[in-house]
Protein backbone atom coordinates (compact mmCIF):
# COMPACT_ATOMS: atom_id res chain seq x y z
CA UNK A 1 0.00 0.00 0.00
CA UNK A 2 1.09 3.53 -0.77
CA UNK A 3 2.61 5.70 2.05
CA UNK A 4 1.24 9.09 3.58
CA UNK A 5 2.42 12.48 4.84
CA UNK A 6 0.69 14.26 7.22
CA UNK A 7 1.61 17.10 9.14
CA UNK A 8 2.14 16.20 13.01
CA UNK A 9 -0.09 19.02 14.46
CA UNK A 10 -3.03 21.07 13.30
CA UNK A 11 -5.04 24.13 15.20
CA UNK A 12 -8.45 25.79 14.32
CA UNK A 13 -11.11 27.89 15.25
CA UNK A 14 -14.52 26.38 16.51
CA UNK A 15 -16.56 26.91 13.31
CA UNK A 16 -14.42 27.53 10.93
CA UNK A 17 -13.66 24.91 8.11
CA UNK A 18 -10.90 22.55 9.33
CA UNK A 19 -8.64 21.44 5.83
CA UNK A 20 -6.24 18.45 6.64
CA UNK A 21 -3.59 17.48 3.71
CA UNK A 22 -2.26 14.33 3.14
CA UNK A 23 0.14 13.33 0.28
CA UNK A 24 0.33 10.16 -1.33
CA UNK A 25 2.55 10.59 -4.26
CA UNK A 26 2.97 6.57 -4.97
CA UNK A 27 -0.58 5.76 -4.72
CA UNK A 28 -1.55 3.10 -7.37
CA UNK A 29 -4.78 3.18 -9.66
CA UNK A 30 -6.82 0.93 -7.58
CA UNK A 31 -5.89 2.69 -4.18
CA UNK A 32 -8.57 4.18 -2.40
CA UNK A 33 -8.06 7.27 -0.11
CA UNK A 34 -9.75 6.34 3.29
CA UNK A 35 -9.96 9.01 6.59
CA UNK A 36 -10.26 8.02 9.78
CA UNK A 37 -10.29 9.46 13.76
CA UNK A 38 -9.35 8.45 16.90
CA UNK A 39 -10.93 10.89 19.86
CA UNK A 40 -8.69 10.45 22.55
CA UNK A 41 -7.88 6.94 22.80
CA UNK A 42 -11.09 5.61 21.68
CA UNK A 43 -11.10 3.50 18.69
CA UNK A 44 -10.54 4.72 15.63
CA UNK A 45 -13.74 6.16 13.34
CA UNK A 46 -14.40 5.70 9.80
CA UNK A 47 -14.80 9.69 8.29
CA UNK A 48 -15.24 9.13 4.45
CA UNK A 49 -13.19 7.30 1.26
CA UNK A 50 -12.89 8.10 -2.22
CA UNK A 51 -10.95 6.98 -5.03
CA UNK A 52 -10.63 10.21 -7.88
CA UNK A 53 -13.79 12.35 -7.99
CA UNK A 54 -14.74 14.11 -4.62
CA UNK A 55 -16.93 12.78 -2.11
CA UNK A 56 -19.21 14.29 0.66
CA UNK A 57 -20.83 12.86 3.53
CA UNK A 58 -22.78 14.31 6.87
CA UNK A 59 -19.38 14.20 8.74
CA UNK A 60 -16.65 15.33 5.84
CA UNK A 61 -15.82 16.25 2.03
CA UNK A 62 -12.59 14.48 0.82
CA UNK A 63 -10.88 16.45 -2.22
CA UNK A 64 -8.73 14.65 -4.61
CA UNK A 65 -5.86 16.45 -7.14
CA UNK A 66 -6.49 15.40 -10.17
CA UNK A 67 -2.98 13.59 -10.29
CA UNK A 68 -4.22 11.87 -7.08
CA UNK A 69 -1.22 12.12 -5.24
CA UNK A 70 -2.69 14.30 -2.86
CA UNK A 71 -6.32 14.61 -0.70
CA UNK A 72 -7.68 17.03 1.76
CA UNK A 73 -10.13 16.16 4.26
CA UNK A 74 -12.43 19.00 5.18
CA UNK A 75 -14.28 19.77 8.30
CA UNK A 76 -16.86 22.07 7.13
CA UNK A 77 -17.74 23.48 10.67
CA UNK A 78 -15.34 22.40 13.21
CA UNK A 79 -16.50 21.84 16.62
CA UNK A 80 -14.82 21.55 19.96
CA UNK A 81 -16.15 17.40 20.10
CA UNK A 82 -13.87 17.28 16.19
CA UNK A 83 -10.66 17.45 18.50
CA UNK A 84 -8.72 13.97 17.41
CA UNK A 85 -6.24 12.17 15.55
CA UNK A 86 -6.78 12.08 12.11
CA UNK A 87 -5.81 9.41 9.89
CA UNK A 88 -5.30 9.68 6.11
CA UNK A 89 -4.94 6.00 4.78
CA UNK A 90 -4.37 4.73 1.11
CA UNK A 91 -5.36 1.03 0.20
CA UNK A 92 -6.65 -1.45 -2.12
CA UNK A 93 -10.15 -1.45 -2.21
CA UNK A 94 -10.77 -4.85 -1.89
CA UNK A 95 -8.01 -6.26 0.13
CA UNK A 96 -9.36 -7.26 3.78
CA UNK A 97 -7.42 -6.54 6.66
CA UNK A 98 -4.80 -3.76 5.11
CA UNK A 99 -5.17 -0.77 6.94
CA UNK A 100 -1.94 0.78 7.81
CA UNK A 101 -2.04 3.69 10.00
CA UNK A 102 0.77 6.35 10.07
CA UNK A 103 1.42 9.12 12.90
CA UNK A 104 -1.68 11.15 11.45
CA UNK A 105 -2.34 14.79 11.73
CA UNK A 106 -3.59 15.92 15.60
CA UNK A 107 -6.56 18.28 14.92
CA UNK A 108 -7.16 20.74 18.14
CA UNK A 109 -10.05 22.97 17.82
CA UNK A 110 -9.71 25.98 19.82
CA UNK A 111 -12.96 28.25 21.41
CA UNK B 1 -26.67 -3.46 17.34
CA UNK B 2 -24.08 -3.83 19.65
CA UNK B 3 -21.34 -3.21 17.02
CA UNK B 4 -17.90 -4.36 18.44
CA UNK B 5 -17.45 -5.20 21.65
CA UNK B 6 -14.43 -5.97 23.73
CA UNK B 7 -13.69 -7.67 26.81
CA UNK B 8 -11.99 -6.80 29.62
CA UNK B 9 -11.47 -3.29 29.30
CA UNK B 10 -8.25 -3.03 31.49
CA UNK B 11 -5.89 -5.61 32.43
CA UNK B 12 -2.59 -6.32 34.40
CA UNK B 13 -0.80 -9.53 33.66
CA UNK B 14 2.61 -10.82 35.07
CA UNK B 15 5.31 -11.52 33.08
CA UNK B 16 5.19 -15.28 31.61
CA UNK B 17 1.06 -15.20 32.29
CA UNK B 18 -1.25 -15.61 29.65
CA UNK B 19 -4.48 -14.27 28.37
CA UNK B 20 -6.89 -14.47 25.22
CA UNK B 21 -8.64 -10.77 24.80
CA UNK B 22 -12.47 -11.34 23.41
CA UNK B 23 -13.75 -9.51 20.65
CA UNK B 24 -17.65 -10.01 19.29
CA UNK B 25 -19.78 -8.45 16.60
CA UNK B 26 -23.44 -8.18 15.92
CA UNK B 27 -23.31 -6.92 12.51
CA UNK B 28 -22.50 -10.06 10.37
CA UNK B 29 -19.21 -9.09 9.27
CA UNK B 30 -17.02 -11.42 7.43
CA UNK B 31 -13.91 -9.44 7.82
CA UNK B 32 -11.93 -8.89 11.56
CA UNK B 33 -9.08 -7.52 13.05
CA UNK B 34 -6.69 -7.07 15.82
CA UNK B 35 -5.00 -3.97 16.71
CA UNK B 36 -2.74 -3.15 18.97
CA UNK B 37 -1.74 0.76 19.71
CA UNK B 38 0.84 2.44 21.60
CA UNK B 39 1.50 5.38 23.21
CA UNK B 40 1.46 8.29 20.78
CA UNK B 41 1.51 5.66 18.12
CA UNK B 42 -0.33 4.86 14.87
CA UNK B 43 -2.16 1.28 14.99
CA UNK B 44 -0.47 -1.73 13.96
CA UNK B 45 -2.60 -4.41 12.59
CA UNK B 46 -1.62 -8.23 14.67
CA UNK B 47 -4.07 -10.33 13.02
CA UNK B 48 -7.05 -10.27 10.73
CA UNK B 49 -9.91 -12.53 9.61
CA UNK B 50 -11.64 -13.03 6.25
CA UNK B 51 -14.22 -15.32 7.33
CA UNK B 52 -14.93 -18.57 9.65
CA UNK B 53 -11.73 -20.55 10.06
CA UNK B 54 -9.60 -18.07 8.09
CA UNK B 55 -6.88 -15.90 9.41
CA UNK B 56 -3.33 -14.33 8.33
CA UNK B 57 -1.28 -12.19 9.90
CA UNK B 58 -0.60 -8.66 9.73
CA UNK B 59 2.22 -6.15 10.28
CA UNK B 60 3.09 -7.50 13.97
CA UNK B 61 1.99 -10.84 15.01
CA UNK B 62 4.88 -12.13 17.00
CA UNK B 63 3.48 -13.29 20.58
CA UNK B 64 0.04 -13.58 19.82
CA UNK B 65 -1.99 -16.31 18.61
CA UNK B 66 -5.73 -16.22 16.85
CA UNK B 67 -8.48 -18.63 15.44
CA UNK B 68 -11.97 -17.67 14.14
CA UNK B 69 -14.92 -20.80 14.59
CA UNK B 70 -17.54 -18.13 14.54
CA UNK B 71 -18.82 -15.28 12.08
CA UNK B 72 -19.08 -13.17 15.72
CA UNK B 73 -16.12 -13.71 17.72
CA UNK B 74 -12.47 -13.58 17.00
CA UNK B 75 -10.39 -13.64 20.37
CA UNK B 76 -7.04 -12.84 20.38
CA UNK B 77 -4.32 -14.93 22.56
CA UNK B 78 -1.35 -13.93 24.42
CA UNK B 79 0.69 -16.68 24.89
CA UNK B 80 3.68 -15.82 27.68
CA UNK B 81 3.31 -12.29 28.39
CA UNK B 82 6.35 -9.92 28.29
CA UNK B 83 6.21 -6.15 28.54
CA UNK B 84 6.41 -4.96 25.34
CA UNK B 85 2.82 -6.16 24.81
CA UNK B 86 1.92 -3.55 26.89
CA UNK B 87 -0.12 -1.84 24.87
CA UNK B 88 -3.95 -0.71 24.12
CA UNK B 89 -5.93 -3.03 22.02
CA UNK B 90 -8.52 -2.43 19.28
CA UNK B 91 -10.87 -5.72 17.49
CA UNK B 92 -12.75 -4.69 14.63
CA UNK B 93 -14.87 -5.28 11.75
CA UNK B 94 -16.06 -4.56 8.27
CA UNK B 95 -18.44 -6.16 6.00
CA UNK B 96 -16.86 -7.09 2.88
CA UNK B 97 -18.93 -5.57 0.32
CA UNK B 98 -19.40 -1.75 -0.25
CA UNK B 99 -16.65 0.58 1.31
CA UNK B 100 -15.08 -1.63 3.29
CA UNK B 101 -15.09 0.49 6.49
CA UNK B 102 -13.95 -0.54 9.67
CA UNK B 103 -15.57 -0.20 12.51
CA UNK B 104 -13.98 -0.14 15.78
CA UNK B 105 -14.23 -1.35 19.40
CA UNK B 106 -13.57 0.26 23.16
CA UNK B 107 -10.39 -1.22 23.28
CA UNK B 108 -8.49 -3.67 26.00
CA UNK B 109 -5.93 -1.52 27.96
CA UNK B 110 -3.17 -4.12 28.77
CA UNK B 111 -0.45 -3.55 31.17
CA UNK B 112 2.53 -6.78 31.39
CA UNK B 113 4.80 -5.87 34.23
Known amino acids: DAKTTQPPSMDCAEGRAANLPCNHS???????VYWYRQIHSQGPQYIIH???NNETNEMASLIITEDRKSSTLILPHATLRDTAVYYCIVRVYNQGGKLIFGQGTELSVKP | NAGVTQTPKFRILKIGQSMTLQCAQD?????MYWYRQDPGMGLKLIYYSVGAGITDKGEVPNGYNVSRSTTEDFPLRLELAAPSQTSVYFC????????????FGPGTRLTVT
Open chain 1, 50 to 52: GLK
Open chain 2, 27 to 31: MNHNY
Open chain 1, 26 to 32: TISGNEY
Open chain 2, 92 to 103: ASSSDRGGYEQY
